[in-house]
């Protein structure tokens, strides 16, 4: 004791300080907690003083604040003694400097600031709007500059409290791992987001990719606009800024919008790429501020000028997401407050007079340009002392319009430089047009375009006309049905390498089938070139007739061991299938546009596309036209069926009623057996559930032979029967049926129904206290490789539900975060006769040890994809089938 007594000693003034060394760790007594100093002016912020303080007392830490105790010492004295005895600094600032004592330079406020250890983790808050003091303005410009500092702007008292709890647990789940010698991933990390890979170097935009990151690293600038004409590299610039400043956001997410034609789709665009399902409860704008909350994003709108009228949507964005920052590119300026426009300019030219040295010329963007692309059309081609002249014109002629050389240079094959430069020279006055409202670049680019449409075969260009149908990537199987029946077609894969040749169309293998695309601006004059033809309605009638026959191909193929290469054979062509659907549609042909709806039921299933086709059968059954007894009753059905996973929508009983009986009246049986199990989860998730009735109907649909000879659907069915046996408190018959169902899904190779059986197998042997953890990876294993976002939810919560039960609290608060993660993206929960992971929540809450999970959850929340798939699956695991969900992170 007398060894103890002497840590302890008093300074000149009589306050306590600690005197101890400071090696080895400190082994606290039970009633000390983490010490958390709140600095800020007393009167101007005492609304968010309290709020602050009682974020951390949640946490069950210790605030320590300048009005809290008796102060028997002068103030300067009592903050210093606050300050060497606590172990995190909070600062709070709005408006004020705060009092400057008589015989001082500096406020309080700035002292305290001085004081904190270095090493000490500080948490600055800063009040938005403000009009700060010129000496607070000084003191908040030291602070952004200090590195171990973090930085974040607040409106109101919620708003602080929310972000004081959420970075204290973060910091606090960092240091309990570092103290356990294990390495923690990062809260945050530039993870998640489809940004596409560059297909080549970016050339002559150093400055302006220093300039743009520049812009991009501060606040001030949140939406950041790339405007030039068509084929000036907008978006490859973009991309590459978005992939360099990637480690400076939590998200890199990039959102294609050529196809979008209608201003109103945009934030639906936005929300699929961030994986944020619209659900009708809440404004879509809202939905992406809860999901993607406390992130800092760089979200990428690329080719916006055709939808331009929602400008004042991503505005919207900027106050409902205040951590995300906008990179747009567009022909046009959005003209909406906040905008920081960026006009692209073409590639550097080589300078008259000339002819320079091949050295000098090679210095040229543009020329490098051109003789990377010629290359990779011939590998023989160099620029040379001979043609080197003709290069220079040939890019001079362009104006250095990155699409305009690549164009050209494919033509290197077929057209030395000399005589590429004569054609050019003669047909580019021919297609300039005369409007002025459109800028002499844009000109140019079209007329190149054109002048390498005029350089195809007759067939060529027929061909290149018909492809403007097409609103995505598509096979060459489609280009056939399309093409049917015109002379020019007879050697349509001759035709259709002419135009990859020419760099009008680009090629891609997936999964062994050859698929096709093209570039936004020559998309855009093949669409305006087909809308000219005659015949243009009976082509989009013979595109939307082939996705039909796709989907009816292909409907079989989505069970079983097919079921993955199906998947993603649908997925390659979702736009098409899509533009097919809504022109068969528009033209009346509801029964067609229900048939397809039908048949891919489990492709909108597993692919996460529920809502969208929802509203596809609403339209239809709103459309005012008489509708066939099939059609109603597949649209009523489908529409019961995706409310079941909405959390606010209304369960109605009677509309899949109907849909059995439709069905029963035109001797469908299998969509009255579907009909039968939707009716049956309605009756599980209406309040009071009506548990008899819901078993009645399933075992009916159970009993029809078109049921029971589809294994997948057999499987799915009996997984419904075992959840009501659970619910009646019959467990062990209801592991019969999971049992069942997992047997019949392994046998035919389906691993969607397996992910669902295992699921329930997984949640009944928690329940009944012997967790198999090996059962919720194996789902995870399967709903990965099958891009089933939802069932990586329910695998990721059944893990941490194992985690729990077994004692490990930090492993079970970063699994569930990561899984809530994921729920809040989608917008889709568990179906509301689901009975999963709320319980063991609310025992781990009871216990002492309920901050350390709430901050584990926090991490998870904002773990990388790849470290929560190395949490819950292993490093190996985790790799093996890492690369076919790249597109789909969790955070």
Not at 271 to 292: C, F, K, M, N, Y
Not at 472 to 490: H, I, K, N, R, Y
Not at 609 to 625: H, I, N, Q, T, Y
Not at 665 to 694: N, Q, W
């Amino acid at each position: 004791m007398a060894a103890s007594s002497r840590d302890h000693q008093q300074d000149a003034d009589g306050v306590a300080v600690d005197d101890r060394p400071s090696a080895g760790p400190v082994i606290r007594t039970p009633d000390q907690r983490l010490r958390i100093f709140v600095s800020s002016t007393l009167k101007e912020l005492e609304p968010e003083r309290r709020a602050a303080r009682a974020a951390i007392e949640r946490l069950r830490l210790a605030p320590v604040m300048f009005e809290l105790g008796a102060r028997p010492h002068p103030p300067r004295q009592l903050y210093r003694a606050y300050l060497e005895q606590s172990d995190v600094f909070v600062g709070v600032y709005w408006q004020e400097y705060g009092w400057v004592a008589p015989g001082e330079e500096i406020s309080g406020l700035e002292d305290e600031y001085r004081l904190a250890p270095r090493e000490m983790p500080k948490l600055i808050y800063v009040k938005q709007p403000a009009e700060r003091s010129p000496r607070l303005t000084e003191l908040m410009n030291r602070i952004r500059g200090d590195d171990t500092a973090s930085y974040t702007p607040f409106s109101t008292p919620d708003q602080l409290a929310e972000l004081v709890t959420a970075d204290l647990a973060t910091l606090l789940a960092e240091r309990f791992d570092a103290s356990r010698a294990r390495v923690v991933p990062p809260p945050a990390t530039a993870g998640g987001g489809r940004l596409p890979a560059p297909y080549s170097p970016v050339l002559g935009r150093e400055r302006d990719l220093a300039t743009l990151l520049g812009w991009l690293s501060g606040e001030a600038r949140r939406l950041v606009t790339l405007v030039g004409p068509g084929g000036i590299g907008k978006s490859r610039l973009a991309i590459e800024v978005a992939h360099r400043a990637g480690p400076a956001f939590d998200r890199v997410t990039f959102v294609p919008l050529a196809q979008v034609r209608d201003p109103g789709e945009v934030l639906g665009a936005i929300a699929r790429e961030l994986g944020v399902r619209h659900t009708g409860d809440a404004p879509l704008s809202e939905q992406l501020g809860i999901a993607r909350a406390g992130r800092r994003d760089l979200i990428v709108l690329d080719n916006f000028e055709q939808i331009v009228d929602a400008a004042p949507d991503v505005v919207s964005l900027l106050t409902d997401l205040p951590g995300a920052t906008f990179l747009v590119t567009s022909r046009v300026r959005l003209r909406v407050r906040g905008e920081q426009v960026f006009d692209v300019e073409p590639l550097d030219v080589p300078t008259e007079p000339s002819p320079p040295s091949v050295r000098a010329l090679l210095e040229s963007p543009a020329v490098q340009l051109f003789r990377d692309r010629a290359r990779a059309a011939d590998p023989r081609f160099d620029v040379t002392d001979e043609n080197a002249e003709d290069v220079a014109r040939i890019c001079r002629a362009l104006e250095g319009v990155p699409l305009a050389i690549e164009l050209a240079a494919a033509r290197i094959r077929v057209l030395t430089p000399a005589a590429m430069l004569g054609r050019l020279d003669r047909v580019l006055p021919l297609l300039v047009t005369a409007a002025r409202d459109v800028p002499e670049r844009q000109r140019t680019i079209e007329a190149t375009v054109g002048w390498s449409i005029d350089l195809l075969s007759a067939d060529a260009r027929a061909l290149f006309d018909r492809l403007g149908v097409f609103a995505g990537d598509f096979s060459l199987d489609a280009v056939e049905a399309v093409t049917a029946g015109e002379p020019w077609a007879a050697d349509l894969l001759g035709t259709m390498l002419e135009l990859v040749d020419g760099s009008l169309v680009r090629q891609r293998d997936h999964l062994g089938v050859p698929l096709f695309s093209m570039l936004v601006p020559v998309r855009e004059m093949a669409t305006a070139r087909f809308a000219l033809d005659p015949g243009a309605a009976a082509v989009r009638r013979a595109h939307a007739e082939y996705y039909v026959r796709l989907a009816a191909e292909t409907e079989l193929r989505l069970r079983g061991a097919t079921q993955p290469a199906a998947l993603d054979r649908l997925e390659a062509e979702r736009d098409d299938l899509r533009a097919g659907c809504r022109h068969l549609i528009a033209i009346g042909e509801a029964d067609i546009v229900a048939d397809v709806v039908w048949r891919l039921f489990l492709y909108w299933w597993i692919r996460g596309l529920l809502p969208e086709v929802k509203a596809w059968m609403e339209a239809v059954l709103d459309s005012g036209r008489e509708l066939s007894p099939r059609t109603r009753a597949i649209a009523m059905a489908f529409s019961s069926w995706v409310v079941l996973w909405q959390p606010d929508g209304e369960i109605r009983r009677e509309p899949p009623e109907e849909a059995v009986a439709l069905f029963h009246a035109v001797g469908d049986e299998f969509g009255e057996g579907l009909a039968l199990a939707i009716a049956s989860l309605s009756c599980m998730s209406v309040t009071p559930r009506d548990l008899d009735r819901a078993e009645a109907r399933l075992r009916s649909a159970l009993e029809l032979a078109a049921v029971r000879s589809d294994p997948t659907f057999l499987s799915l069915f009996e997984s419904v029967l075992g959840r009501i046996l659970r619910l009646r408190g019959e467990p062990a018959r209801a592991v019969e049926c999971f049992d069942r169902a997992r047997h019949l899904a392994e046998h035919t190779g389906d691993q969607f129904a397996e992910r669902v059986a295992l699921i329930q197998i997984g949640w009944s042997r928690l329940a009944d206290g012997k967790p198999q953890p090996e059962l919720f990876a194996r789902a995870l294993d399967r709903s990965l490789r099958l891009h089933n976002e939802d069932g990586d939810a329910y695998a990721l919560e059944g893990l941490a539900g194992c985690a729990a039960a077994a004692g490990d609290i930090e492993r079970a608060g970063f699994l569930l975060g990561a899984a809530e993660a994921l729920r809040a993206r989608t917008g889709l929960r568990e179906q509301r006769s689901y009975v999963t992971y709320q319980s063991f929540v609310e025992a781990v809450l009871a216990t002492d040890r309920a901050a350390e999970f709430e901050a584990s959850r926090v991490v998870g929340r904002r773990m990388p994809r790849d470290a929560v798939l190395e949490i819950a699956l292993g490093t190996e695991s985790a790799a093996a089938v890492g690369s076919p969900h790249q597109e789909h992170p969790p955070s």
